[in-house]
């Protein structure tokens, strides 16, 4: 089982940064890819990041490409979402969640996969 608890969200102007934080519990935590996906009102839930098991293999959604990067840090059981650049539209309640598909390379870009998910944290860019 993994718990993930997401933090770090705020209110920015616009072209401005973030980082959110997700910290998990559970033992296999550092097995398991992990990805961000983000839901603004009247929206579907969509992905915006993912980083693999080890950290070496990253995907993003285009609409973040170069403005967003995804890390993660087994040690502390945690992973990273750096925001820069921040855009009105990228307003929305962000998810952290984990695929428990162990060492799996490959990330999953769909919400499909991911079984365990946080409670979310808000992101509000100002114009």
């Known amino acids: 089982q993994v718990q993930l608890v997401e933090s770090g969200g705020g209110l920015v102007q616009a072209g401005g940064s973030l980082r959110l934080s997700c910290a998990a519990s559970?033992?296999?935590?550092?097995?398991?890819?992990m990805g961000w996906f983000r839901q603004a009102p009247g929206k579907e839930r969509e992905f915006v990041a993912g980083?693999?098991?080890?950290?070496?293999?990253?995907d993003y959604a285009d609409s973040v490409k170069g403005r967003f990067t995804i890390t993660r840090v087994n040690a502390k059981n945690t992973v990273y979402l750096q925001m820069n650049s921040l855009k009105p539209e990228d307003t929305a309640v962000y998810y952290c969640?984990?695929?428990?598909?162990?060492?799996?390379?490959?990330?999953?870009?769909?919400?499909?996969?991911?079984?365990?998910w946080g409670q979310g944290t808000q992101v509000t860019v100002s114009s």
């Open positions: 559970g033992r296999t935590f550092n097995n398991y890819p």
């Open positions: 980083v693999s098991w080890s950290g070496g293999s990253t």
């Open positions: 969640a984990a695929d428990p598909r162990p060492y799996r390379l490959v990330v999953a870009i769909t919400s499909i996969p991911y079984k365990y």
